[in-house]
């Protein structure tokens, strides 16, 4: 047990520890929110003041609230596993008394831990003291929010993990990974959001494990959804969880058949 | 002779980056693919706001493919040839620089042949597609000075933004550990170029137009062609002076990485 928290500290200062790196991204993760809150309010005012239940001030906040979670959610390129197996050095990680998944989830959740306040909380002020937010109509919303918000971490991590242990089967993965990293945006609410999709767009994209990763934990710490209504989202989130957990756990057990390590 | 010699060298550059990337059959063809996809899922924003007002900026939907289309097109071109640029980071960080710098062929040459992309055409390719398509479903008068915007902008758009590829190359030797710094204006600058420009706050407007003149590279030059007036500080007849804006990017260009060359230390790597 201790060795995971470990892994999870380890991980937290090794984030913290390029300064300059944090400012430059904050930086430019607000110039692009500013972009955002631009096209999405043009587009509000042209509709008359509202586009899905979400009103200037709404989608201010949907907009900031997703600036700061694109980077502890992840939805960058990721492929630190990947390279591991491409070095061989997975041969060592596998033979390690440390569970692999249940260890780079730990990572990534101290990973996460860091760099939601650190590169998720600038933007977060930007957005409130240049075009205000609006603050959901309950207490309950920060609780739920930042639960649903590990949830949608850990479901990026259980996809992201997936996608990693292609490199088992092929050595060169930038191209699954490169469409898998463009596809996901829009799937799972980073431009627009879902909610403005058309009718049976929406409804393909629902029953997707993505907007669970994203669009979700907005709805929930932004109040759009609240109380009871939250705690199905969340749970929903928890079942996605579980099952794509599983479906790694297996495509694992595949990958670890192929191995063959040559020499040490 | 020496002209033969420096040929010759790019020549076993380009090739062998070439055949490199086709080593991987099944990676190059999802490379080429996710490329494509990149310029596809960007228009979806615009269908799916576009699906919920009848007029976004003041231009309709395939107005608005028009200006995302001829952006598209500059970026992707730019993309190709000084995408590159972006790798300088990571080479300042590994000590890779010094083995360019040694070579008789100036650095900027070599980035950009170290490793073009053959994929990146797959965007290029996907917005020209969308170009022709809106371009034939949109109402225009054909006129010689239509003909020569749609012919000369995404030149003088691809233009525009490899100067701003180049700007941040140049200034990455500055910056290290903030590379990420230059996103703001080089992607920022893709993203705001192929939005109406009307959409964006005035401050916004005014620093993609007057500062990174991502404007320009498609907004103003779409404007002329459909006929329509500018929103306040963005007049359309700016479209015109596109080569102007390009000469000026590529002066700062020179400049920045001009700078960032003589302030680079190498480390013995």
Redesign the interface.
């Given at each position: 047990m201790r060795a995971y928290a470990e892994l999870a500290r380890g991980e937290f200062r090794r984030y913290s520890s390029?300064?300059?790196?944090i400012?430059?991204?904050v930086?430019?993760n607000s110039?692009?929110g500013?972009?955002r809150v631009?096209?999405?309010s043009?587009?509000i005012a042209?509709?008359g003041g509202s586009?899905?239940a979400y009103s200037a001030r709404e989608v201010s906040t949907y907009v900031w609230l997703g600036q700061a979670l694109l980077a502890p959610i992840a939805l960058f390129v990721w492929t630190d596993i990947a390279d591991r197996v491409k070095t061989g050095e997975i041969a060592v990680d596998l033979s390690r008394p440390v569970d692999l998944q249940l260890g780079w989830w730990l990572r990534d959740l101290g990973r996460a831990a860091f760099v939601f306040p650190a590169r998720g909380l600038p933007p977060l002020l930007v957005g409130a003291l240049t075009v205000g937010l609006a603050l959901p109509r309950s207490w309950t919303a920060l609780p739920l929010g930042l639960l649903s918000v590990t949830l949608g971490i850990s479901i990026s991590f259980a996809l992201r993990f997936m996608i990693n242990l292609i490199a088992f089967w092929?050595?060169?993965?930038?191209?699954?990974v490169?469409?898998y990293f463009?596809?996901i945006?829009?799937l799972c609410g980073l431009?627009?959001p879902v909610h403005?999709?058309?009718e049976s767009l929406r409804a393909v994209i629902n029953v997707l494990p993505f907007p669970w990763m994203f669009q979700a934990p907005i709805d929930v710490l932004s109040g759009r959804v609240l109380n009871w209504d939250a705690l199905h989202v969340i749970v929903i989130q928890a079942a996605w969880l579980v099952v794509l957990l599983v479906l790694g756990r297996m495509v694992l057990w595949r990958a670890t058949l192929r191995l063959v390590v040559q020499g040490g | 002779m020496a002209d033969a010699t420096v040929w010759t060298g790019y020549r076993t550059l380009v090739g062998s980056r070439i055949r490199s990337q086709l080593a991987y059959r099944t990676s190059f063809v999802l490379l080429t693919l996710t490329s494509a996809a990149v310029g596809i899922v960007e228009l979806t924003e615009l269908y799916v706001i576009l699906h919920n007002v009848p007029v976004f900026g003041g231009l309709d939907f395939t107005q608005a493919s028009v200006v995302f289309a001829l952006a598209n097109l500059g970026f992707s071109l730019a993309d190709v040839v000084f995408g590159q640029l972006d790798s300088i980071p990571t080479l300042l960080r590994a000590g890779q620089l010094e083995a360019l710098l040694v070579r008789p062929l100036p650095l900027m040459g070599q980035l950009i042949t170290n490793d073009i992309q053959l994929r990146r055409f797959g965007r290029a390719l996907v917005a020209l597609v969308i170009l022709i398509i809106a371009m034939a479903n949109v109402a225009v008068a054909w006129t010689p000075s239509v003909i020569y915007l749609v012919i000369t902008t995404p030149i003088f758009g691809a233009m525009i933004y490899g100067g701003l590829f180049a700007v941040a190359g140049g200034l990455q030797f500055f910056l290290i550990d903030g590379a990420e710094f230059t996103s703001s204006f080089v992607y920022g600058s893709s993203y705001a170029g192929e939005l109406p420009g009307s959409v964006l706050t005035l401050p916004l407007r005014v620093a993609f137009t007057f500062v990174a003149p991502a404007t320009i590279t498609a907004y103003a030059p779409a404007l002329l062609i459909l006929e329509l007036p500018g929103p306040a500080l963005l007049p359309a007849w700016l479209g015109w002076l596109a080569p102007i804006f390009a000469a000026t990017t590529w002066l700062l260009a020179s400049l920045a990485w001009r700078a960032g060359i003589r302030r680079f230390t190498g480390a013995g790597g």
């Open positions: 390029y300064r300059l790196a400012l430059a991204g930086f430019t110039v692009f500013f972009i631009s096209v999405l043009a587009a042209t509709a586009i899905a092929t050595l060169d993965i930038r191209g699954f490169g469409l463009v596809l945006g829009p431009f627009v403005m999709f058309p | -």
